[in-house]
Every structure is written in C-alpha cells, then in structure tokens.
C-alpha cells in the first residue's frame, strides 16, 4: 500500500485541538460535578436517615425513663397517701389516750377520798396504776411514732418532687425530640427563622443522663421501701398497743365488777347524745375531706385550662384568634373558678357545722362529768366515768 504523504498546511483561523481540549475539560468537569451532585444526595440521605435513626432511639430512650419516672412517681404518690392515711390513724389514736387518762386519773383521785379503813391499795388501786403506767406509755409512744411517719412523708414528697421535676424535663425533651423527628427539609424552611439563639450544650454523656434517673428513681425506690417498713411496724404497733389497752381495760373492770350495781338514766342519755354528736362530727369531717378532696380536683382542671389559655396566648399574630377552642377555654375558666369559690363557700359552713358539734361535744362530757360526780365512789363515780372509754382497734 502506498503513501500518501500530504503536507501540513498552517492553520489559518481557530485553533481546533485547544478548542477541543478546552470542550473535553468541561465534559470532564460537568461529570465530576454531575457525581460530586449524586455523591452529596447520598450522603445528605444517609445522614439525615442516621441521625432519624439515632433521633428515634433517643426519643424511646426517653418514653422509657419517662415511663420509669411515672410509675415510680405513682408509686410514691400512693405510698405517701397511704402514709398519711395512717398519720391520721395515729392521731386519731394518740387523741384517744386522752379520755382513757383521764379517767384513769379520775378515778384514783376520787378513791383516795375514801375513808379508813377502806382507804388502803387494793387490787382495783393496782390495776388502775398498771393502767396509767399503761396510757401514758401508749400516749409517748404514739407521739414519737407521729414523729417519724411526718419525717417519712417529708422525705417521700421531697423525692416526689425530685421525680416531677425530672419527668417535667423527660416530658419537655422528648416533646422537642420527637417533633425534630417529623422535620424535614419542607417543614424546615418556616422554622428556621425561630432558631437562632443558641443555647448551653449540657456536659453530661448519655450515661451521665440516664443514671441521673435511674438515681432519682432509686432514692424514690429506696424512700417507698422504707416508707412501707415503717408503716408495717406502725400497723403492727397499733394493733399491739390497742389489744394492751383493751386487755388493761378489761382487767381493771374485773376488779370493779362487784361495786357496779345502777347507771343513772340521765348520763345514759346524755352518753347516747354524745355517741350521735361523736358519729355526726365524723360525718362532717368526712363531707369537708371530700370537699377539699373536690376543691383540689377542680382546681386541677382550672390549673389546666388555665395552662391552655396561657399556652395559645403564644401562638403568632393571625393565630391568635378567639376560636371555638378559646371561647371554650374561657367559659371552662370561668364555670371552675365559680364551683371552686362555691365548695369553698361549703368548706367554710361544714367548718362552722363541726365547730357547733364540738361545742355540743364538750358540753355533753361536761355534763356527763357533773352527772359522775355526783355518783359514789366505786358503785357510781368510778364506774360510770370508765363506760366512756372504749378503746376500738386504732
């Protein structure tokens, strides 16, 4: 084959071979760009589908102490209403002590009136003593034992405390957790003006953070525990020292047995009296328990009504516009602030009823004690004070 050999001739114009290699570069360029552009996508989506995923764990990390938090703070709200349930009982116990001694002391006041030769210490004198003894035993011990379970309460509402303000915080970040998992690149585009200001990173590690509450949830742990020990010991005191009194009680009357022979009918009435005034003063505190029981439980949803009023006062601008939901808000505000006012009204009369039946109560012992006075010795005085003391299981 033969060659054909042609000389090259000058370029006379553009310069192709720059040309071209100037359109190879930016061929070369815009696919760089085009997989630099693919490449970002990427790794935009892989980011944004890890820290979703990491934002999820956080946000269950979260429901799980929170949860944790509201079964614990459930469980010391019932302990230490228990508690003081049993605070009431004791007092109601140490209270009872006193009729006892009194006419303890009473009666061996009046039986030193007696005459020789009868004036001596017999068995009815010994029982009395050990009864006494006995009363005011019982008395100290139930003030100290009132002592501790206040303490107790002290100690559970301060944990209670430190579990609504942990779960407060639980609530408030997994609130804002959980809407940073719904954003997305459309959502964020209102949002990013609200964001501006830059707030303290906290120095705690996720382990830090949680042993926070798994220590608050231990302390409350640890306070219920306690708190059931003493309220079982509490119990079993009761229990005890009210068998102790039944049994001294029973004892003494043996020994009073044979000078019990007539109960005049006037105290007999005035007792009855006196058991109607005790049931009905009963009933009263127990209609102005419920009342305050009531107040708290509308002042809960007042509190709560007030809260969503507050709450939408913050929305922007056109937002704020008294809808159907607003309107509402207003009349539930004023409907509970006027059945708060009303049970208050009732509080305060339910505490004048029981100032009347306590008036009526210490009248009826007054003269039940006037009545006894006038009674003998033994056969009357003694034995007609002591059939008031009834000493029921505490």
């Known amino acids: 084959m033969s060659l054909v050999v042609r000389r090259s001739q000058p370029n006379r114009g553009a310069n192709l071979a720059s040309i071209k290699e100037a359109q190879s570069r930016s061929e070369l360029f815009r696919a760089e760009i085009t997989r630099l552009i693919r490449e970002s996508e990427k790794a935009c989506k892989r980011l944004q589908e890890d820290e979703d995923k990491r934002l999820d764990q956080r946000v269950r990390d979260i429901a799980f102490l929170k949860t944790e938090l509201e079964l614990k703070l459930e469980e010391m709200m019932l302990e230490t209403d228990d508690l003081v ?37 017999d068995e009815v004198d010994e029982e009395l003593l050990k009864e006494k003894e006995l009363v005011e035993g019982v008395a100290s011990l139930l003030q100290h034992i009132t002592q501790q379970i206040t303490e107790q309460i002290r100690l559970n509402r301060s944990i209670k405390h430190r579990l609504e303000r942990d779960l407060a915080e639980k609530s408030q970040a997994h609130g804002i957790d959980d809407s940073c998992t719904l954003m997305s690149k459309l959502s964020l585009h209102g949002a990013l003006k609200t964001s501006t200001s830059k707030s303290p990173s906290s120095s705690l590690t996720p382990k830090e953070w949680e042993e926070i509450s798994e220590k608050n949830i231990a302390k409350a742990e640890q306070q219920k525990t306690h708190s059931q020990a003493l309220r079982v010991l509490v119990q079993s005191l009761l229990g005890q020292t ?52 009531a ?23 056109k937002e704020r516009c008294r809808d159907p939901a607003q309107l509402q808000l207003h009349r539930e505000v004023q409907q509970l602030t006027a059945h708060v006012a009303r049970l208050k009204e009732a509080a305060v009369q339910s505490e004048e009823e029981q100032r009347a039946l306590t008036r009526c109560q210490l009248e009826l012992e007054q003269n039940i004690e006037i009545k006894s006075s006038s009674l003998y010795m033994d056969e009357v005085v003694c034995l007609q004070q002591r059939e008031s003391v009834v000493i029921h299981d505490f």
């Open 242 to 293: 009210a068998s102790d009194l039944q049994n001294q009680l029973q004892t003494t009357a043996a020994a009073f047995q044979h000078n019990v022979q007539e109960i005049k009918n006037s105290k007999s009435k005035m007792e009855e009296q006196l058991t109607k005034v005790l049931s009905e003063l009963a009933s009263q505190q127990k209609m102005r328990d419920d009342i305050q029981v």
């Open 295 to 317: 107040i708290a439980e509308n002042n809960h949803f007042l509190k709560v009504a007030q809260k969503r009023l507050a709450e939408r006062h913050q929305r922007p601008g």
């Open 85 to 121: 349930a049993l605070q009431s009982r004791v007092a109601k116990a140490a209270g009872s002590c006193s009729e006892p001694l009194r006419v303890t002391l009473f009666c061996l006041d009046e039986r030193k009136k007696r005459s020789p030769p009868d004036l001596l210490t």
